[in-house]
Every structure is written in structure tokens, then in C-alpha cells.
């Protein structure tokens, strides 16, 4: 029997500690649980919400009138394991560091780059998490999902997944239509090789580290990010709020005229990518207070809410800080953490 606990206040399960109710919430471990669960609200036209650890999405003061699902499937199992690779299957309620350090351990190369970034398994693949030149998108082979049109388990390619810069089809053409179960990694027997991601090998050299190993790599990431990331356990955020802007050649030219030092990355499409903290940084808001929000003094694409009480004050500095970068650049920031109400299927 699933327990189903009513009026369940949001704020307490996203780590930016906003939110209204949830009218109903239960926590499934197991497919059967999940299956039963979905059919139940089906059948009482119930919309459902599915929530992991909360650190990339934001609710609003009026909470949700439906089902919020918590995702807690257990599993880590190695389905494959030859000469050069290492086949695992984790479930979707695993926590993600939990995860990178397991397969660290295994001296499994592939994901040592994404130590430390909050969250579950089963999130990883929606906005295919990323961080220090590397997208959890290199090492999945497939998703496996409950279909919330069918009620049946799927299994999703890679391909199927349509993998892009911090998105994925479920954050787009099929948001709210699959609950993730498990996700299957492929993952390499050879060590990490250089060129690193420039902070990793700021790192390495300062600490005179030349072995590259998984766990090198790991240790080092882990390092950077508690220097420049807020612990949402202490300071709630969601870490990035923003993602990073992407403009054609011809804009960045356009800006690099008033903006020589502007920082930018080209992308494999011919656009560039250009550090959303690099343009709010900019605008002379890194530090700044508002609507009891701060932008991290670090690291300017994090806000945390410093006494923010409620989702407006959250919507009024974000549209502070968007306006003020659009007023200058002319570029229409996104932000990047999903908004609860709508995810709803
Ligand atoms: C301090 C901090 C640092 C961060 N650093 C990074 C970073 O470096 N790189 C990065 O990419 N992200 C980063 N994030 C964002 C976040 O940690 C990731 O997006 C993470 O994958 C979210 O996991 P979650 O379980 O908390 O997802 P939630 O916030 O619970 O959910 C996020 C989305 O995934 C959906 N979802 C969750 N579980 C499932 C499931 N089983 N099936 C289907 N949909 C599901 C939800 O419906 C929602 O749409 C950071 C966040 C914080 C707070």
C-alpha cells in the first residue's frame, strides 16, 4: 500500500525553498508501486508532477493541484563488462554523486567530471546534466521509462533521447510524458586524457597532480565547484539559474565592438556560447541583493535565496536580472531550472 500524504508543502522538497502545496505526494521504490500509482491518478484525472532531489526546478506560490511523484528506485547493477567497457544500470532514484563516486571506485572512466552536482540518476538525463567538458549524453546508452500515455515501460536510445546543450526531449517535445525508471551508462576502462576542462587543469598544475586517473579528475572537480558553489543544504539555490546564451557569429560580433573582452565558445552548429555569469557580471549585479535574492559573489549565475519568501520575490529578481542584461546586450537569457506547474502531464 502507497502511502499518499495530502497538502505537502513544496518548498520543503525543491532546494530553493520556495513553493506552495502539493495537494497530494507520494514516494514510490519499486515499478509495481509506480505503475499502480500512475493508473490510480489516471483514474481520477489527477495531473502528475515527477520530482527527484528538486535542485532544478522551482514552484510557484499556488502550489500544485495534482500528484507529486518522488522517485526513490533503487539499483546498480553492471549488465556488461568486457575488455575496454563497463555496462551499469542504475535506478532512477539513486543519488547522482552517489553514483559518479561508485563508478570512480570501479576506476570507470566517463563521468568523473560531474562529482558534486546535486540530484538523482533518473534527472540526469532530462536537461543531460553537464559540467567541466562533460554532458552525461557521452556516456548513456539507454533510458528506461514508464510511457504515462500507454502506462508501459519503454526503452529509449541515446538517439531517442535527442541530446542537446542542457536539454533532451523530455524537457522538450515529450516533457511530463515519460517517469524515468532506471538509466544505462556506458562507461571506459581507460584513463581520462587531456586537454581538460581549463579550471580542472588550472587545478592539476597548481597541485602538481600528473596522474590522471577517474578519481584525480574527481578530486579536483569536487574541489573547484565547494570554492564556487553554494551548498544548497546551507544556502538554498538551484545552482545555474540562467542557462548560458547562444548567438550567431554576427551578434557576437555586433557586441564585441562595445565588448572586446566579451568570452566566448564556439559550438559545433557555427553559433557561440557566451557565459550567462559573464553578462550578469557585466550589468554590475554579481553580489547584489533584491527581492531578498542574492547573485552569488562567486559565481553570477547562481541566485540564492537569501529571505525570499515567496515565488514572486524569485520572479521579480529574475526579471530584474534578465531585463538589465537584455537592456544592454540585447540577449534574452533562459532560465534554466523547470518550473513545477509546468511539467504537469
Ligand atoms: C548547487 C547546485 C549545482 C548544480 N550544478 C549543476 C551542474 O554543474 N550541471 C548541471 O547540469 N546541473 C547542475 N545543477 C542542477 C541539478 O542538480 C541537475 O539538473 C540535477 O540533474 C537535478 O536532479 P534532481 O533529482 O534534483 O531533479 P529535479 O529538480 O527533482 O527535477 C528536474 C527535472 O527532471 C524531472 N525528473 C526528475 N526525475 C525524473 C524521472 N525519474 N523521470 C522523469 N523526469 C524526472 C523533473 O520532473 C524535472 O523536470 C546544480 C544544482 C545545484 C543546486
Known amino acids: 500500500m502507497i502511502d499518499i500524504h495530502t497538502n505537502i508543502p513544496l518548498k520543503n522538497y525543491t532546494t530553493m525553498r520556495l513553493g506552495g502545496p502539493a495537494r497530494f505526494m507520494a514516494e514510490v521504490r519499486s515499478l509495481a508501486e509506480l505503475t499502480e500509482l ?31 511523484i518522488r522517485i526513490r528506485l533503487p539499483g546498480f547493477e553492471i549488465v ?4 575496454n567497457t563497463t555496462i551499469i544500470k542504475v535506478g532512477a532514484g539513486e543519488s547522482w554523486d552517489e553514483t559518479v563516486k561508485k563508478t570512480v ?20 538525463p532530462v536537461q543531460n546534466i553537464g559540467a567541466y567538458g562533460q554532458e552525461v549524453s557521452e556516456t548513456i546508452s539507454s533510458v528506461e521509462a514508464l510511457d504515462l500515455t500507454t502506462n508501459s515501460l519503454v526503452v529509449l536510445t541515446n538517439e531517442d533521447c535527442q541530446f542537446t546543450y542542457r536539454s533532451s526531449i523530455f524537457r522538450e517535445s515529450a516533457k511530463g510524458r515519460y517517469i524515468i525508471t532506471s538509466v544505462t551508462f556506458t562507461l571506459s576502462k581507460n584513463t581520462p586524457q587531456p586537454p581538460f576542462y581549463d579550471a580542472v587543469q588550472t587545478y592539476f598544475d597548481a597541485h602538481s597532480v ?10 579536483a572537480v569536487v574541489a573547484i565547484r565547494s570554492e564556487k558553489l553554494p551548498d544548497p543544504a546551507v544556502l538554498p539555490n538551484c545552482g545555474s539559474f540562467f542557462k548560458n546564451a547562444i548567438v550567431e557569429d554576427w551578434r557576437l560580433n ?30 554590475g ?11 552569488h559573489d562567486k559565481n553570477a549565475l547562481v541566485l ?40 504537469a502531464n
Request: hydrophobic share 40%; aromatic share 6%.
Open 38 to 68: 500512475c493508473a490510480t491518478a489516471r483514474a481520477q484525472q489527477l495531473k502528475i508532477v515527477v520530482l527527484g532531489g528538486g535542485s532544478n526546478m522551482v514552484a510557484n506560490d499556488e502550489g500544485f493541484n495534482g500528484l507529486v
Open 80 to 83: 556488461n563488462d568486457d575488455l
Open 105 to 124: 571506485d570501479m576506476r570507470l572512466t566517463g563521468m568523473e567530471a560531474l562529482s558534486a552536482i546535486p540530484g538523482t540518476v533518473g534527472a540526469s
Open 210 to 219: 600528473s596522474l590522471f586517473t577517474p578519481q584525480t579528475v574527481r578530486d
Open 254 to 283: 555586433e557586441i564585441k565592438t562595445k565588448y572586446p573582452a566579451i568570452p566566448s565558445y564556439a559550438m559545433a552548429d557555427g553559433r557561440f556560447k557566451i557565459p550567462s555569469g559573464w553578462l550578469i557580471e557585466t550589468v
Open 285 to 295: 549585479l554579481k553580489g547584489q541583493s533584491f527581492h531578498g535574492m542574492k547573485v
Open 304 to 343: 540564492i535565496n537569501e529571505s525570499a519568501q515567496s515565488y514572486a520575490d524569485l520572479a521579480a529578481a529574475r526579471d530584474v536580472i534578465i531585463g538589465k542584461v537584455r537592456d544592454t546586450f540585447q540577449i534574452v537569457m533562459e532560465q534554466e531550472p523547470l518550473e513545477l506547474a509546468d511539467l
